[in-house]
């Protein structure tokens, strides 16, 4: 391992280093800074955010370049405003005793003749984003015909946000002997692209393996029903009640609902998505930096650039649509020598996402359960103690000890304590006591890309007496159901649309309220009719049309008995369905009295209930402000 003085870092740089209290180098330090101080070369170094990768290009970048020239000679681009900021901080920090120097950040959602203005005072680097850039080029705002060094930094992120052409667009306005190095965490086939082109024969550096995670950190998954999803976030805040996290959600709109239900649940959070302003913004990212707010819920897009050292937890309270986003989200923990977990909070029909995601990061998950309300007392007990025991005592009280004292005079110690902890504790308690299990069975199959239909399956499927015929493909049909019985969007699945009667399923604990909703319920006049199915669904997920695996698989007593059913169904159909719903419940149907219920039903938006799992009762325990 070498120190800073072996890999070849002038005076000035080494002053700085020391103050920053940097012991050594990190590994994507080591490798790269001996390299770019040599010679004038291409680099591509596939690091995380965290590794210490600014530093790796700044310190090179910082002694290279001519300070008592005001001439631009290095363009450091960035996927972020809040990245392009942290990285004009960091070469101020690292280039504090090189005088002269002036680092300039541009960026969009701010004065650009003021940034005019100060590159024009001579910007010997520029860190830009890539809009803002492209536009002050066009407005011949800026100069860079000469600079010697670029940086395509978090280049993966800065093509995922589609700046290729402005990137490009940039670049061609740029010497072709300057040197570029490209930093990226993930190596997509955009980026081996933009290396190619723009490159030559460049030097490839690693820290770690291509795409993985850094070895700081642990991956835990939490199997919940998908109705169960944001009870599940709230204990796996309340089992680690020292938390410091970011959330992930894939919408602005969850990411905005999980905040507020969180703020009014009285967790100190906040939400970072597109749709806040940038003052907005930026309030939050300052009340996160300065641990006012614990949980941080955030969209894949917000909260590129969060580069906060000591996140605890990243919690994917959604799992990205683009697997290898997860890479990007658990590299905000386990940043700068620090340990950290990144949590997924999965549903059954997304728990096959997990194995992608291990062969990406080439790490293994470990399943985990939700924490019980049991756990969770004990743990926040433990908590309260240990808080009362490092709390330095307030002498002020001391004038007031007598009359406690005389207060609690046939109070014994045990109980005095118990009291008091009662105070504080009672809350979790009384809101955990009667709390039920939140995790999930897997079952064979499910991580392994199927479900496990057979004997000990968790699901139940069902017959449904409309198909095709009427209007439904899957997608309608799931969203139908969905929307009638208020369910969440991974409760009901494989659905299967005949063209006059379909199938789909659900967790076996919804059967009763499946058949419950429709015992009396008609569409378009006609009665529904929903039972449980004996055909386990066949092998295939998902929804659509069902192949020929299908028919294969069915078993032929179960398609027999389907095809009478559709007989069955198209005999109700005929006899506008009552004469055999009368049978089929042995009693008589009243046309009249059920009709308004079914109509109603069909005609409810689903804004005016909330369901299940979205409610924000008063009966949640309130959380005090941590981090105070
Ligand atoms: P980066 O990957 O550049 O975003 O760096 C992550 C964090 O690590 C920043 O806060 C840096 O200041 C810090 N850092 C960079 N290099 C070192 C080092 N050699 N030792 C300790 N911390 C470092």
Redesign the pocket.
Known sequence: MSTFQELGLNEDLLNAITD?G?????EV?EKAIPLLLEEDKDLVALAQ???????AFGFPMLQKIDIDSRTTQGLILSPTRELCLQITN?LKNYGKYCKGLNVVAIYGGSSISDQARAVKRGAQIIVATPGRMKDMISRRMVDISKIQYSVLDEADEMLNMGFYEDITDILSHTPEDKSTWLFSATMPKEVSTIAKKFMYDPTEITVGNKNESTSNVSHEYYLVNARDRYQALKRLADANPDIFSVIFCRTKRDTQKVAENLIEDGYSAGALHGDLSQNQRDLVMKSFRNNQIQMLVATDVAARGI?V?DITHVINYQLPDEIETYTHRSGRTG??GKTGVSMVIVSKSEVRKIKSIERIIKKQFEKKDIPSGTDIVEVQLMSLANKIHTTETNHEIDKHLDSINELFADTDKDELIKKFFSVEFNRFFNYYQKSKDLSVVESRGDRDGGRDYGKQSNDTRYFINVGSKDGFDWMKLKDFLKEQLELGRDDVFKVDVKESFSFFNTEKALQEKVLAFFTDFKYEGRFVNVEVSENRGGGRSGGRSRGRNDRRSGASGNRRRDDKRERRSNDRRSSGGSGNRSDRRGRRSDDSRTSDRSDRKFNDSRGDRRPESSSTGSDRPRRSRRRD
């Open positions: 920053l940097f012991v050594k180098p990190s330090q955010t965290g590794t210490g990768k600014t530093a960091e580069d050292d940043r700068a």
